[in-house]
């Protein structure tokens, strides 16, 4: 794979036609590997001297926010200076050149900001389900299963398995375990497709790693911030609301409130985070499990307008439905105020309307005109309908499933797809938090 990846960064420097695989706008685990592996079969696959390259569709500088994508190439041992980001390949000009054909590998709508592009798209693969009135008119192969990986992995399995070396098989199996939620079929992710490819792999590479143990990783690495700078780690996981004129930030910040608030130069980042975002208020949700591995959420508010400040922190400290039951913690930053949250049920999905009534009730927030919209952007795949993560445990009618993966390359308009679930780290972090809770020894009290 080193040297193919090599041979790609130098293919851009050629003024040549390109074939390039497209990976989606999330560049999630799936997407990543699946453009990988997708590109080196084409390219070891076609007679003729085309060139396939895979571009990773973020900015270089957006790959620290994925963890687990991180972590895995490092244990796969392939360097991220081979990989090329979307901000490295100039695909318009290409395309305004003639020399652009398109691959789109686990998505199949481009959205708006790459509509020029539509005419270039060549070949579809995807397991999501296809939105007719906008998919390429070009060949297209869309089957729903768990992970995308799987479509690659029976293509290169029936089309030119002498090619699939251990690392590349590596790739493809630690992926759609990940993806499939360790094959659990309780949960409903994974498809005898998935299972079938899996169990493939490791026949044909029995030293690969325990199922149990390449899960467990890859999800420890998602909750993994401590490379993170603090810039980072608030656009990780970020959620925005806007009403009346007002733009909030919500961001979920996996680490323990006091070491968060210990960061140095805090303050000064929370100012430019804000700037940079052009927010009003910054709420950060602080999520870890303690030593005894309870849930734990906490409440930072950081808003240089007091007045604003307090309006936010009465309406939540006052909430009775649902109650927060916050506990004030001291604090040397200025602008800023910090809580226990004692009720570890209530996530960023159920503290939205509380900062929107409290928007509302912020009197400045009357001063603007009226007519202004009201959004909620959330920095996420969209929501997706599905089984609950951990079997057993009844549906929270006001939260989603399973939160979603980033920004799915969906044009911006489109109906949420109803395809199979993704999942994130607070979408964990959610169900396990109900686990504990309802294993509690006063929640066995209240049963009897």
């Given amino acids: 794979m080193e040297d193919y990846l090599q041979g790609c960064r130098a293919a851009l420097q050629e003024s040549r036609p390109l074939h390039v695989v497209l990976g989606n706008e999330a560049c999630d685990l799936d997407s990543m590997v699946s453009a990988l592996a997708l590109a080196f079969y084409l390219a070891k696959t076609t007679e003729a001297e085309e060139v396939f390259v895979p571009v990773l569709n973020i900015k270089r500088s957006e790959l620290p926010l994925r963890g687990d994508n991180v972590f895995f190439l490092q244990k796969i041992h392939i360097p991220e200076s081979l990989l090329i980001f979307r901000d490295e390949v100039d695909l318009q000009a290409l395309h305004q050149a003639g020399q652009l054909s398109l691959i789109l590998v686990d998505h199949h709508v481009l959205p708006q900001s790459d509509a020029a592009l539509e005419e270039a798209v060549a070949e579809v693969l995807d ?6 009135k906008r998919c390429p008119r070009c060949h297209v192969s869309v089957e729903l299963v768990g992970s995308c990986a799987t479509l690659v992995t029976e293509r290169i399995l029936q089309g030119a398995p002498e090619i699939l070396d251990r690392q590349i098989a590596a790739l493809l199996h630690g992926t759609i375990i990940l993806d499939c939620v360790n094959m659990d079929l309780k949960i409903g992710k994974a498809t005898p497709k998935d299972k079938k490819y899996v169990e493939k792999l490791e026949a044909l590479f029995p030293d690969l790693p325990k199922r149990n143990d390449i899960f467990d990783s890859l999800q420890k690495a998602k909750f993994d911030v401590s490379g993170l700078t603090t810039e980072q780690m608030l656009r990780k996981d970020q959620k925005t609301i806007t009403r009346q ?14 070491a968060f608030l210990q960061r140095p130069g805090l303050t000064t980042d929370l100012h430019a985070f804000c700037q940079a975002h052009s927010c009003d208020v910054l709420v950060a949700m602080t999520i870890f499990f303690n030593t005894h591995n309870e ?8 808003c240089p307008l007091a007045a604003l400040r307090m309006t936010i922190c009465g309406v939540l400290e006052r909430s009775h439905s649902p109650p927060l039951k ?9 602008n800023l105020q910090a809580y226990l949250q004692g009720n570890t049920q209530v996530s960023r999905k159920k503290l939205l309307p509380l900062l929107q009534e409290a928007l509302s009730a912020y009197p400045d927030s009357k001063t603007v005109p009226s007519g202004q919209p009201e959004t909620v952007d959330v920095s996420g795949e969209p929501d997706k309908a599905g089984t609950p993560l951990i079997p057993g445990l009844s549906q929270d009618e006001e939260e989603p499933p399973l939160p979603p993966t980033p920004m799915n390359s969906l044009v911006d308009e489109c109906p949420l797809d109803q395809g199979l679930p993704k999942l994130s ?15 509690s020894p006063s929640a066995s009290l209240s049963k009897k």
């Fill in 326 to 334: 916050l506990t004030p913690v001291p604090s040397t930053h200025p």
């Fill in 295 to 302: 849930p734990v959420r906490q409440l930072a508010i950081f």
């Fill in 127 to 132: 397991h999501r389900p296809i939105e007719q």
């Fill in 425 to 439: 780290a607070e979408a964990i972090f959610e169900k396990c938090s109900q686990i504990s809770l309802s294993q």
């Fill in 245 to 258: 004129g007002i733009k909030v930030a919500i961001s979920a910040v996996y680490m323990d409130l006091e």
